[in-house]
């Protein structure tokens, strides 16, 4: 599977803006897709994630409310909605594909396919 993440920019706080990551090369039915963020220096973590087949999301605390993860299934594309962003939010946010255990939904090790990232700046 090739991930194409997109969306990523320059935007002032509490504003807008939306990620997408496409697939190539097979369908993201059966997977589990998800994001996380890097800032240099620190670990990445988990952000959102979608369970294709289920359609179930989950999100990390200091996200929720705000951001939105939803699946397109006829492009195989899942989105990630940012809203009243923060500058805590900047970051390079990467897009996963994997079959990780329900437990295990934040942990990056069980993410096999990865993205190339794309740089969220929020100025404030």
């Known amino acids: 599977v090739q991930l194409q993440a997109s969306g990523g920019g320059l935007v002032q706080a509490g504003g807008s803006l939306r990620l997408s990551c496409a697939a190539s090369?097979?369908?993201?039915?059966?997977?589990?897709v998800a994001w996380f963020r890097q800032v240099p220096g620190k670990n990445r973590d988990f952000v959102a994630a979608?369970?294709?087949?289920?359609?179930?999301?989950h999100y990390v605390d200091s996200v929720k409310g705000r951001f939105t993860i939803s699946k397109d299934n006829a492009a195989n594309t899942v989105h990630l909605r940012m809203n009243s962003l923060k500058s805590e939010d900047t970051a390079v946010y990467y897009c996963?594909?994997?079959?990780?255990?329900?437990?295990?939904?934040?942990?990056?090790?069980?993410?096999?396919?990865w993205g190339q990232g794309t740089l969220v700046t929020v100025s404030s």
């Open positions: 979608v369970r294709w087949s289920f359609g179930t999301t």
């Open positions: 996963a594909v994997g079959s990780p255990i329900l437990s295990a939904i934040r942990d990056d090790y069980m993410y096999k396919y």
């Open positions: 090369g097979r369908s993201f039915s059966g997977y589990t």
